[in-house]
């Protein structure tokens, strides 16, 4: 066969395998996430949770409902954004850490939208149980926990996994003492296990798509 | 298994375009014949020449489509393919073996 023979010449199992591994990782690098989703709604959620905090904090009206309307309605506007943006780049090639990430953020997301609205909605129609809403952000870090814990396995990022264990932990702060400050521990988290792993992976990314342009 | 006994190793993959080929099909769903090339560094005519080789052997199946007017190749690695692959990096692991 005809690459054979020089093959044969300098073979070693070894630099084989090694130039497989090579590969593979080089291909799967091709679908590293960018980031950009999660330092977007990390910041709107930051900021809305800041002024719902500061509001609770000095009893005073700053048009709390108004801001989450706004701030949502500009998360979604950039997310629709950055999907067209994403469609518009020829995706040469699908993975199956792409479907696997698309469906862990889809859930989750969902979920917790819908866990948000019901409880701050909904709580005092017909026969639904009366929630206080200070207890979303217990349930959004639930959540978060599991989105992040299984998007750091899907992508095989141990830190991103380990992401989830601080959710959870927070989760629990925040079910154990549900005080007005749990609203400003929300907004710190988020900052800090939202905007912060965004803006690392957006490093990793750039970094990641320039060795590969190189190559 | 003797350290050199190539004969145990499958020589439709036992090419260095064609076990880049395998390698990049493995770590993805479909990649499209662009997609390999870049990954690859080979041209146009000696991927063709490779792929047509595995096409040939089912290890991968090749489809040609338009897409917005223009042709797409898409290639996939097949369940065959992905046996005799694995079989292959068994067979070089157990070379590796002490």
Redo the contacts between chains.
Sequence with gaps: MENNISLQESFRPEDELQYIRKIIADSRASFVEDGKPYIWWGLVVAVGMSVTYISALTNRDLYVGYVWIGLVLFGFATIIYYMIQQKKQVKRAQSFIDRIQGAIWGACGGSLGLAVLLINTFQHTGDAPTIHPIYTCFVSSLILGIAYFLSGIANDLNWLRNVGFAWWAGAIVMYLWPTVHVLGIYAGMILVFQVVPGIILQRRYRLLTAVLSEA | MN??D?QQLD?VI???????IM??L???????F??LRE??GATDGNLSVHLKKLEEAEYVTVTKQFVAKKPVTTCKLSKKGRKAFELY?DR??A??RP
């Design positions: 350290d050199f190539y020589e036992h090419s260095r375009i064609r076990l880049a390698a990049v493995i770590s993805v769903d479909e990649a499209e662009t997609f990954r690859i990096i070089l692991e070379m590796v």
